[in-house]
């Protein structure tokens, strides 16, 4: 059975460092990896999708990779902004479409 | 911009009550999700569609079911609410190919009392 894991539960940085997130899972037969961002009280927003054929994907100052054979994707942030804020998961698609959670990261930017 | 729509924000219902969760979503989505969102346990599955008038149990079903009347529409259906059933409910859609992200609605926040 597919496990999600994310490591730390929790990060406390100041504005403008580079930082990594980590999600790690024990079966490298995945569909995509999707990583979501959740602000206090609301839904999740999608931030990048990465198909099991592909080893990263960027969208603006994120940078998402994926190393299936080690059962591990991270999520690099960039030039962190105290509006990056919030909670974020990743999730590993099966060829059933089903998400596979994680139980996230809270990312608190200091300004 | 693609949407999808939680009836309610928040929700207080009493024990025992039959509460009606709805989600719509506007972007032709074949397959809809109801999650439930608790601390320390992060999203569990309650069920999903995958097509009109079409349902399969996620990991957690018991207590809930759901309608797909039409395929914009997902209804989840708490038959006999109980205090257990308080949470966070999330509505989320996808394309059948799995091919592009699930999409959420901003929640449900739910209190049975």
């Known amino acids: 059975k597919q496990e999600v894991t994310q490591i730390p539960a929790a990060l406390s940085v100041p504005e403008g460092e580079n930082l990594v997130l980590n999600c790690s899972f024990t079966?490298?037969?995945?569909?995509?990896l999707q990583w979501f961002r959740q602000d206090p009280g609301k839904g999740l927003t999608s931030l990048l999708l990465i198909q099991s054929s592909q080893r990263e994907q960027t969208s603006g100052r994120l940078n998402a990779s994926l190393d299936k054979s080690s059962g591990r994707s991270t999520l690099y942030i960039a030039a962190s902004q105290p509006g990056d804020s919030a909670t974020y998961l990743c999730a590993v698609g099966g060829s059933n479409y089903q998400l596979i959670w994680g139980a996230g990261t809270k990312l608190i930017i200091k300004p | 911009d693609v949407k999808v729509t939680q009836s309610s924000r928040y929700l207080v219902k009493r024990t025992g009550e039959k509460v009606f969760l709805e989600c719509v979503q506007d972007m032709d989505h074949e397959n809809m999700f109801w999650y439930r969102q608790d601390p320390g346990l992060g999203l569990r599955l309650i069920y999903f569609?995958?097509?009109?008038?079409?349902?399969e149990k996620g990991d957690i079903p018991e207590g809930y079911s759901v309608s797909r009347e039409k395929k914009e529409r997902f209804s989840l259906i708490l038959e006999s609410a109980s205090t257990n059933q308080t949470s966070m409910y999330l509505c989320a859609s996808s394309s059948r190919d799995g091919q592009r992200p699930q999409h959420f609605g901003d929640g449900t926040r739910l209190s049975i009392l």
């Open positions: 079966d490298s037969a995945i569909y995509n």
């Open positions: 569609s995958y097509d009109v008038k079409m349902k």
